[in-house]
Nanobody, 126 residues
Framework: QVQLVESGGGLVQAGGSLTLSCTASGGTFNTYTMGWFRQAPGKEREFVSALHWSGMSTNYANSVKGRAIVSRDNAKNTVYLQLNSLKPEDTAVYYC???????????????????WGQGTQVTVSS
């Protein structure tokens, strides 16, 4: 079972940037599409971004499109999410997740991901 650990969250002013990391251990990493989700207090978990297992394509929610870059380093078993031009509404706990289906395509549904990290808090002050 793959285990995921996120890091890189913190407090940042509006307009700033953060790069979140998600490191995998305990299983095959580079044959799974990886996703990033976030959950703000009182709200449902929502899709942020995904990186296809091939590394050849990415997918972004409209809310972060143009401000986020997702990437992976298979040698380090790590996926990154760079967030730029941060807004107060980006404040949330950010989670990375592994698609349940090996060689699976994109999905924005949390139910299609079977391994989750513990989350990292991102707080954007105005």
């Amino acid at each position: 079972q793959v285990q995921l650990v996120e890091s890189g969250g913190g407090l940042v002013q509006a307009g700033g940037s953060l790069t979140l990391s998600c490191t995998a251990s305990g299983g095959t990493f580079n044959t799974y599409t990886m996703g990033w989700f976030r959950q703000a207090p009182g709200k449902e978990r929502e899709f942020v971004s995904a990186l296809h297992w091939s590394g050849m394509s990415t997918n972004y929610a409209n809310s972060v499109k143009g401000r986020a870059i997702v990437s992976r380093d298979n040698a380090k078993n790590t996926v990154y999410l760079q967030l730029n031009s941060l807004k107060p509404e980006d404040t949330a706990v950010y989670y990375c997740a592994k698609r349940s289906l090996r060689y699976g395509s994109f999905s924005s549904r949390p139910d299609d991901f079977d391994s989750w990290g513990q989350g990292t808090q991102v707080t954007v002050s105005s």
